[in-house]
C-alpha cells in the first residue's frame, strides 16, 4: 500500500507542478508585457499554455459529468479513482475492481488520472461488446507492438494480418499441428512420472511447456527447444507489466519511469532476437535449392513467404520486423495465459476429488471425451487467465442494467466477477464442469461464451482453438497418468497484470503406473475457498 501511496503523491505533485509552472509562466509573460510594451507582442504565446489548461479543465470537468449517472466511486479532480484501482497495488487491479463491483454494483466507472480514457467496468458481458463498431482498445500496446494483430487499431491493417494468421488457427489447421507436439508434452510426462521437474518446479515446468508448445506450433523446427527459457518467459511477463501499467497510468508515466521503459525495451529485444533467428533459420532452410517445399505449413512459414526479405513470394510483403512482431505478439498473447489455465485446473481438480475420479475414468475411455474442455471452461470462469479486456467505439453506446454508457468510453468487462455473477452462472462458487455439458441432446443450459473469456468480435483471441485444444490434450494426458493430490501448507499470490501469474501451483502429482514415484512439486496454496475469496464474489 505504501508504494501506492508514494506513487499517487508523486502524481500529485506532477499535476501541481505543472500547473504552477503554466501559471508562472503566464503571468510573468503578462508582467513583463506591463513593463515593457514592446512585450505585448509576446503576450498570446505567454497566454496561450493558459488556454490550453483552462481547456484541459474544462473537458475534464465535462468528463466527470458525462459519467455522473453511472455508479461508481468519487472520483478526485487530477487523479480520478486512481486510488481505488490501486488499492491492492499494481498486480491485484483485479482484486480491486471485483471489490469496486461488491460496493457499487454491476457497472462501475472509474476515472483514470487527469489526460487519460476513463473506463466502465462491468460485471456481465453483453453481446454488443462483439459490435463491428467496437475495437479492442489496447492503446497501451501500441508502444510496443505496433505492428502486430496485439497493437495495429481495427482497419485494413489488421485484417491483413488477420487474413493471412487466421487458416493456422482454425479448428482443423491446429488439429493438424498440435498432433504434432504430443513429443514436447511427453518430455514433461516423463520427468514427472520418475520423479523429477525439469526446470525446478510444477509452475516452471508449466510455463515452459507453454511457451514450447507455443513455440513449436509457431515455428515448427526451427522453435529452439533450449532447456532454460527462464529469460524469454521473464521477457514475456516484463512486456505484459510494460503493457498493463501504461494502460493503467497516465500518459507521462514513460517518461516518469525510464527504468521500467529500459526494461520493457531490453524484454522487447530479447524476444525479438530470439524470434528473428527462428524466422532467418527457417529463410536459409526455404533458400536450399529444392527445398523450399519441405517447410512444414506453419505460421513461420507463412510469416517467411510475406516478409520483405524473402527471395521470392507475393505481391503483399510486410517488413521484417513486422513478421517478427507478429511472432511476438503470438507468443505474448499466448504463453502466460494457457500455463495459468491449466495450473488453476490442476489445482481445482486436487481439490475435488469426484470431478478428478469422474474425469480420469472418462479420458481412460475416451482422451477426446468433452468433459476435459468442461473442466477447461470452469476453470476459465472462475480464474479467467485474462481476467479484463476492454472496447471502445468512436460513435456506439451501449445500455446495460439500463444505464447508458456514453460513446468513447472504454468498456471493460471484469471476467473474474462475470464468472462470478449468479444472474448469469447458478451456484458461482462450486467447481462444476458439469454445468456446460449437454444433456440428452440439449444444449447445456449454461456456456462458457457468456463470459468471453476470448474476447469478443472480429478481434477476439486468434489462439482460441489452439489454446484450447493443446490445453486438452495435455491435462488429459496428465489426468491418465497421474493422481492430482493437494498441497494445502502454502499460499499463493497471484500477479494480475494483462494475464495473470500465480506465485506457485500447490499440487503434487503421483504417478498411477506402479514403478513411478511421487512429484512435490510446489510449496504453498490457500484451500479452494481462500482462493475463491481472492477472485471475489460479482453478484
Ligand atoms: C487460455 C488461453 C488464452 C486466453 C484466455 C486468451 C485471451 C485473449 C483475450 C481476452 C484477447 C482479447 C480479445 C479481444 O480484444 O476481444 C486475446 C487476444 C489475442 N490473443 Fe489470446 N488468449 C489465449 C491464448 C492465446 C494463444 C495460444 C495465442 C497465440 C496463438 C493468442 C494470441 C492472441 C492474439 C494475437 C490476440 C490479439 C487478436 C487481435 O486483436 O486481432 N492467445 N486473447
Not at 495473470?500 to 512439486?521: I, N
Request: proline share 6%; charged share 20%.
Amino acid at each position: 500500500m505504501k508504494s501506492t501511496a508514494r506513487l499517487l503523491n508523486l502524481y500529485g505533485c506532477l499535476y501541481g507542478v505543472a500547473i504552477a509552472a503554466v501559471l508562472a509562466a503566464s503571468g510573468l509573460g503578462v508582467a513583463s508585457a506591463m513593463v515593457y510594451p514592446a512585450a505585448w507582442l509576446l503576450a498570446p504565446l505567454a497566454l496561450a499554455p493558459l488556454g490550453l489548461l483552462a481547456l484541459g479543465m474544462a473537458r475534464r470537468v465535462r468528463e466527470l459529468r458525462r459519467y455522473a449517472h453511472v455508479p461508481g466511486p468519487k472520483p478526485s479532480f487530477f487523479l480520478g479513482n486512481l486510488r481505488s484501482l490501486l488499492l491492492h497495488e499494481h498486480g491485484a487491479r483485479d482484486r480491486a475492481l471485483v471489490e469496486l463491483h461488491q460496493a457499487h454494483g454491476p457497472v462501475v466507472k472509474v476515472h483514470m488520472a487527469w489526460g487519460s480514457t476513463p473506463f466502465v467496468s462491468l460485471s456481465s458481458a453483453p453481446k454488443e461488446l462483439g459490435h463491428r463498431d467496437m475495437d479492442s482498445n489496447r492503446v497501451a500496446d501500441r508502444t510496443v507492438l505496433s505492428q502486430s494483430l496485439m497493437g495495429l487499431q481495427k482497419g485494413e491493417r489488421h485484417t491483413a494480418h488477420r487474413q493471412q494468421l487466421s487458416p493456422h488457427f482454425a479448428p482443423k489447421a491446429v488439429l493438424q499441428g498440435t498432433s504434432r507436439l504430443e513429443e514436447v508434452s511427453a518430455l514433461y510426462l516423463q520427468a514427472w512420472t520418475s520423479g523429477q521437474t525439469r526446470h525446478g518446479s510444477l509452475k516452471a515446468d508449466l510455463h515452459h511447456w507453454s511457451a514450447d508448445s507455443l513455440g513449436s506450433f509457431l515455428c515448427g523446427r526451427e522453435w529452439e527447444q533450449r532447456t532454460d527459457l527462464s529469460e524469454y518467459l521473464a521477457a514475456i511477463g516484463e512486456l505484459e507489466e510494460a503493457i498493463s501499467f501504461r494502460a493503467f497510468h497516465p500518459l507521462f508515466v514513460r517518461w516518469l519511469f525510464p527504468v521500467r521503459a529500459a526494461r520493457a525495451r531490453a524484454a522487447y529485444r530479447h524476444l525479438f532476437d530470439h524470434l528473428k533467428s527462428a524466422l532467418e533459420r527457417r529463410l536459409q532452410r526455404r533458400a536450399q535449392p529444392g527445398r523450399e517445399d519441405e517447410a512444414p505449413r506453419d505460421v513461420l512459414d507463412t510469416l517467411a513467404r510475406l516478409t520483405d526479405l524473402a527471395p521470392t513470394g507475393g505481391k503483399t510483403r510486410w517488413s521484417h520486423e513486422e513478421c517478427v512482431e507478429e511472432l511476438i505478439s503470438l507468443v505474448a498473447g499466448g504463453t502466460d495465459a494457457m500455463s495459468y489455465t491449466l495450473a488453476q485446473a490442476l489445482t481445482l481438480l486436487s481439490r475435488s476429488p469426484d470431478v478428478q475420479d469422474e474425469a480420469r475414468a472418462r479420458v481412460l475411455q475416451d482422451p477426446g471425451d468433452l468433459i476435459v474442455r468442461n473442466i477447461l471452461h470452469e476453470t476459465m470462469r472462475l480464474f479467467p487467465a485474462v481476467p479484463f479486456s476492454s472496447k471502445i467505439s468512436k460513435v456506439r453506446s451501449i445500455a446495460v442494467e439500463g444505464i447508458t454508457i456514453p460513446a468513447r468510453t472504454n468498456v471493460m468487462w471484469m471476467k473474474t466477477a462475470v464468472g462470478l455473477n449468479e444472474a448469469i452462472f447458478a451456484d458461482t462458487r462450486r467447481f462444476k464442469p458439469s454445468r456446460f455439458a449437454a444433456g440428452g441432446g440439449k444444449r447445456p443450459a449454461e456456456t462458457i461464451t457468456r463470459a468471453m473469456p476470448f474476447g469478443a468480435g472480429a478481434r477476439h483471441c486468434i489462439g482460441r482453438h489452439l489454446a484450447e485444444d493443446l490445453c486438452a490434450r495435455f491435462l488429459s494426458a496428465v489426468l491418465r497418468e497421474f493422481d492430482l493430490v493437494p498441497v494445502d501448507d502454502v499460499v499463493v499470490s497471484f500477479s494480475a497484470t494483462v494475464s495473470v501469474t500465480p506465485s506457485s501451483v500447490p499440487v503434487r502429482l503421483v504417478p498411477r503406473r506402479p514403478s513411478g514415484c511421487a512429484v512435490v512439486t510446489e510449496t504453498h496454496e490457500p484451500a479452494l475457498a481462500d482462493a475463491l475469496q481472492m477472485a471475489g464474489p460479482g453478484r
